[in-house]
């Protein structure tokens, strides 16, 4: 079965964090639910630096901090304050609008860090674009682990391998961490939707063919199979397609150009709520 699609990375300088964009690329658009794809670092900050993401707005998804080192600090429009370390989930739903920042968290800051992660962005289905916001934080150990031969796995959202996420999302998605281990199979089967396959580090093939490092690989029609030529840590992405496309401009995303072009005046106009402890954000 042939990849339908391979995106690379595209390189972006986020004030002295460089990502990797993976979606939304030129041709593809949504994978699943996904609609925004983020590689971020990795990075060795010094002491004395760090990320300081200032509040901005979204509407019409929910936004997914998963990190492989480091921590980042998340407050939000409705009074949250977290931080966020590796193998926990800070997942944000956005709905009819919510404001937020991401900053290096204090003792981080102070003693330098070594920071890598992903950020992935999941249109909510029609019916939920204006649900109320909300923010849920599920700590590493709720989170459900897939240990077998050869396979570790965390399930962030969905379900996969029997295993099913605390996390809830209104549409059909998978969504997980993998390492394997060299020689190790991995059925990717048609059920569960779009399939995408992004190479965080090692070595990998999916139906045969060569995964580049910060490339994302998706398969075909069909069941599909992955396999690590060497110890691997893989991201995979996907679910059910969602029926109307989605438009994306800056933070926000909708599958009505109107409701997005509202949300740029609101912002504008200084209609979406502050984030508490924040006296800062981004213009647009």
Request: charged letters at 20%; proline letters at 10%.
């Amino acid at each position: 079965m042939a990849i339908a699609a391979v995106i690379p990375g595209r390189t972006r300088d986020l004030g002295g964090l460089t990502v990797a964009r993976v979606l939304p690329s030129p041709g593809f658009r949504q994978l699943g639910p996904f609609v925004f794809f983020d590689e971020m670092g990795p990075a060795e900050f010094a002491p004395g630096t760090g990320i300081d993401v200032r509040p901005h707005p979204h509407i019409g998804l929910a936004t997914i901090t998963w990190l492989f080192a480091g921590a980042l600090g998340h407050r939000d429009s409705l009074g949250s304050v977290i931080d966020i370390h590796p193998g926990a989930v800070n997942w944000m739903t956005a709905g009819r609008g919510i404001v937020h920042s991401e900053r290096t968290p204090p003792g981080p800051r102070e003693q330098g860090q070594y920071f890598h992660g992903i950020q992935a962005w999941v249109a909510l289905p029609v019916s939920h674009e204006e649900c109320e916001p909300a923010f849920d934080h599920f700590p590493a150990a709720a989170m459900p682990r897939v240990s077998e031969f050869g396979l570790e796995a965390v399930v962030i959202a969905g379900t996969m391998w029997g295993r099913t996420s605390p996390v809830n999302f209104p549409h059909p998605i998978i969504y997980a961490e993998v390492r394997l281990a060299a020689g190790t199979r991995l059925p990717l089967p048609a059920g569960w939707g779009d399939r995408g396959v992004y190479l965080v580090e090692g070595a990998a093939e999916l139906d045969g063919e060569w995964i580049e490092r910060g490339t994302l690989a998706v398969a075909g029609d069909g069941d599909a199979e992955l396999l690590a030529t060497a110890d691997a840590l893989l991201m995979i992405a996907g679910g059910a397609p969602l029926p109307e496309p989605r438009h994306l401009e800056w933070n926000f995303v909708s599958h009505d150009p109107a409701r997005i072009a509202r949300a740029v005046t609101d912002w504008r106009e200084g209609r979406f709520p502050a984030v508490p402890g924040e006296d800062e954000f981004i213009t647009y």
